[in-house]
């Protein structure tokens, strides 16, 4: 797939978000554009008000939910791996395993081949497709676990200590912090996978994507808004909240919870004692170290552009495995006006 | 050993004492012996392991494949132990880790540093990232985790559902894995008996008092006896069959470092009382405790005496339910009866009512003493605090205006968490912004009004990270109380301030407001 093309020249970063100049659209833009292309529905990488967007439909349904009439004037649904052309540039969208909807952007032009992942992970999620690895000449991947500390534990596991603290503290309420999109649904799903059957307690805010979830045939099983709940029914019982809200209003409610936070930064205990949390789960919507590494082998890319995160310590890693890395930010910086 | 692994690590999170009790307890009721009183041993502190190697996981990172990576992930963790544990490759298959007590009896057995790390290494590759953490931990020597003694002891107390004052009774006549306590909670044996060797008994403790709380209540010398504090360190001297042990406040054995007290006539008793330096200032006697073994030019140099107020036991007899008028009537005959001692008795102070004692109190810093103590007289001898027996009433305190300089989080297992801030005295009149010097760390809780904004305030103004600590630029200050200015020829500034509280925050204090540091040496107490 060698060629004289460089990649750069074609797509890179913008004031208005990754611009792929041929096609003339833009990759999860972070302001108003006409044409952009959207991986997934979570706020820092799909915005509102873009002209047109192509997606995924879940990822269309999720941006309706979140915005309404705002979310975009026109939208173009994406079928998983089939191919769209925009203005001669193809674009196919492949499942990335980050969350409901969420894809990876596979673009094609003179016979090159660049693939956004957008977010991802690697391992299985009741809630949303596996990652498919597509070989590439370019990988743009995320790095917010990019140092080798990160090492997400198993979910079984996590959700068996989980459980375990519910046996053990019967009379406490198990307060969850995690994002109302994705980590939420995941983690009931992996709670009825364990054979959880009794209510879950859900903040406000994330009834209606948890509804969402449902319409595309996820049950999350019995799920109820905690506005509604006695206090005798939350003693004992599982409430999950956005991180922000858990330690609000919401934890005076409950008297002496059990503060449980599911992410992967949840890892290094020296941060969950910092944040106050007593049950930190290992439970992430990203790639770990190893995960990362064993991606970028997957695709064969000789190069790869790192964003979101810890770029210093995984672009050393990426000259260490022999690949040329380089920071998003830096990239197409040399001789052209961006 | 994953199984106490997995108590570490949910009691390292543990955001109260009553969850640490209830995870030690639950653990104790599923697990069997030896293991659950090695874990005891762990927690509690009384487990001493032959060898320990400080270098473990310092070693680990340095034999990291990639120097940089470990070192990235160390400025990102903080911890050099759990930098190890999380950088140290994860099980792909594994038998898991050796049972705690086969692991224990292999450390116990361990002569050389090097013996250890063989060891520890081949156990890594069999515990997940928590259980590394605290084998790490363990082999430097280090507690597993923060519990407090009297936690573990509540939890054993509440899995066996007897008193904690049975287990505090036998607690420091018994060895882990502690098999004979736990078969006697079990219901399989008889209580141990741990009476005969001079043996540590835990001491009563007192209720600080403060200002108001104490001229709110009014004392009465018919109730209550009036005592000074004296300004050394609380001891227990056990006598018994011509044998003499000196124990501390935690029951730790102090007896080689004070020989004169260990070969005193004490006959047969168990003392409680306060050693102080003879001549020195008050810091003095500590320089006697420092070290394991007292040399004979120490002892000379630093003169001790115990300041005796109260009597435990006597010829064997258990005289800690007696009142404390009986037991000052015993103690006073002892004092009288016993042979050559580094040691005179307390004396009572004489009051008629609180104004009296009001007025003492303004004498004793003068004195040279920390305060009063107020003992009710009709009470026993108790190893529980317990409302309304024993109260300490400190003399009060100095007040100051210092600068923060450095801040740093402090351990959050208690209820909410804290901020200990370096405190900074100005060098001399004028002699510029960074001429402040530290002069001793002062802690502020989470639940002090204006917490909130002094932790925005740090998040604008630190200046530089030294792993956990930040310097923080000028600005913030505090209204410092404190007990007294102590001498101290290792810091920079040449004093350390002796237990500073807060008083007040403050905003934009001028520079010029600051404490200087000549006028803070002139208080040195001694
Ligand atoms: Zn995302």
């Not at chain 1, 990988?139 to 053990?168: K, N, Q, V, Y």
């Amino acid at each position: 797939m060698a060629s004289l093309l460089r990649p750069d020249t074609w797509l890179y970063p913008t004031g208005r978000g990754l611009y792929c100049a041929p096609g003339d659209f833009y990759i999860d833009p972070g302001r108003r554009v006409d044409r952009a292309v959207v991986t997934h529905g979570h706020g820092d990488h799909a915005r509102p008000r873009n002209v047109s967007v192509l997606a995924t439909a879940e990822t269309i349904e999720i941006m309706k939910v979140r915005y309404g009439a705002r979310a975009a004037q026109r939208f173009q649904t994406a079928v998983p791996g089939e191919a769209v052309s925009i203005n001669g540039v193809t674009v196919t969208l492949v499942p990335a395993g980050h969350i409901l909807g969420s894809a990876q952007a596979v673009l094609e032009w003179q016979g090159q081949r660049i693939v956004v992942s957008g977010d991802y992970k690697r391992r299985r999620d009741p809630t949303c497709e596996l990652f498919e690895p597509v070989r590439c000449d370019v990988f743009i991947t995320e790095a917010t676990f990019g140092l080798p500390i990160f090492r997400h534990e198993p979910d079984a596991r996590e959700i068996g200590r989980f459980l375990a603290s519910c046996r053990m503290f019967p009379d406490r309420t198990h307060l969850v912090g995690a994002y109302g999109l994705g980590k939420c649904q995941r983690f009931i799903a992996l709670l009825r996978d364990a054979g959880y059957d009794a209510p879950v307690w859900l903040h406000s805010g994330m009834l209606a994507l948890c509804a969402l979830y449902g319409d595309f045939g996820i049950d999350l099983g019995d799920i109820r808004p905690v506005s509604e709940a006695r206090k005798n029914d939350l003693a004992g019982g599982v409430v999950i909240a956005p991180p922000g809200e858990a330690s609000g209003r919401l934890a005076r409610r409950v008297s002496d919870p059990v503060n449980v936070f599911a992410s992967g930064w949840m890892r290094v205990r020296a941060h969950a004692r910092r944040r106050g949390v007593e049950l930190p789960l290992v439970l992430s919507d990203h790639a770990d170290w190893p995960e990362i590494i064993e991606t970028v082998r997957d695709t064969g890319a000789e190069e790869v552009w790192v964003t979101h995160g810890r770029e210093e310590a995984l672009l050393h890693q990426m000259t260490r495995m022999g690949v040329n890395g380089r920071a998003l930010s830096s990239v197409g910086r040399d001789g052209r006006v961006s | 050993m994953q199984r106490f692994a997995d108590l570490a690590d949910r009691l390292h999170c543990a955001p109260h004492s009553r969850a640490q009790i209830a995870l030690i307890s639950d653990y104790l009721a599923a697990t069997t012996d030896p293991h659950r009183g090695w874990a005891i041993g762990l927690l509690a502190g009384t487990l001493v392991l032959p060898v320990t190697s400080r270098t473990v996981a310092s070693d680990i990172l340095d034999g990291y494949e990639d120097a940089r990576l470990a070192e990235w992930s160390k400025d990102y963790v903080g911890d050099v132990f759990e930098t190890a544990a999380l950088l140290w490759p994860e099980p792909s298959v594994s038998k898991g880790p050796p049972p705690l007590d086969d692991a224990v009896c292999a450390m116990l057995d361990v002569r050389t540093a090097a013996d250890l790390g063989a060891l520890v290494a081949g156990w890594m590759g069999h515990l997940d990232a928590p259980g590394r953490w605290l084998l790490l931990r363990i082999a430097a020597g280090l507690a597993p985790v923060t519990v407090s003694v009297s936690v573990v002891k509540v939890a054993i107390a509440e899995f066996a559902r007897v008193g904690v004052d049975d287990i505090e009774e036998i607690w420091h006549g018994l060895n882990p894995p502690y098999l004979d306590l736990f078969a006697w909670l079990d219901g399989h044996g008889s209580r141990p008996e741990v009476q005969s060797e001079s043996m540590f008994r835990p001491f009563m403790p007192a209720a600080t008092l403060t200002g108001e709380s104490a001229e709110r209540r009014r004392f009465d010398n018919a109730e209550f006896a009036a005592e000074w504090q004296w300004d050394g360190v609380r001891v227990q001297i056990s006598s018994t069959g011509g044998v003499t042990r000196v124990f501390s406040r935690r029951g730790d054995d102090l007896s080689t470092a004070l020989p004169e007290l260990c070969g005193g006539a004490w006959g047969d008793a168990v003392l409680d009382g306060e050693l102080v330096s003879i001549n020195g200032p008050p810091g003095e006697v500590n320089r006697r405790l420092g070290r394991k073994k007292s040399s004979a030019r120490l002892c000379r140099e630093v003169p001790v005496e115990v300041r005796v107020f109260d009597i435990l036991f006597r010829d064997g007899r258990d005289l800690r339910r007696l009142a404390l008028s009986d037991r000052r009537e015993l103690l006073e005959d002892f004092m009288r009866d016993c042979g050559d001692v580094p040691a005179t008795l307390s004396p009572l102070l004489d009051y008629d009512h609180s104004d009296d004692l009001q007025r003492l109190r303004g004498e004793a810093r003068r004195a040279g003493v920390r305060g009063l103590l107020l003992k009710r007289r009709a009470g026993p001898y108790l190893h529980s605090a317990s409302a309304g027996e024993w109260y300490a009433w400190p003399r009060a305190p100095l007040c100051t205006r210092l600068a923060a300089l450095y801040v740093q989080r402090g351990d959050s297992t208690a209820v909410g968490s804290s901020l200990t801030f370096t405190l900074g005295a100005a060098r001399a009149p004028g002699a510029g912004d960074g001429a402040l010097v530290p002069v001793g760390k002062m802690d502020i809780a989470s639940d002090e009004s204006g917490f909130d904004k002094i932790e925005e305030w740090i998040g604008e103004n630190t200046q530089e990270r030294f792993g956990p600590v930040r310097s923080l630029a000028p600005g913030l200050a505090f209204l410092v109380e404190f007990d007294a200015v102590i001498a101290s020829a290792r810091r920079k500034s040449g004093i350390v301030l002796r237990a500073p509280r807060l008083r007040q925050i403050l905003w934009g204090e001028s520079p010029d407001n600051i404490a200087r540091l000549d006028q803070l040496t002139t208080l040195i107490d001694g």
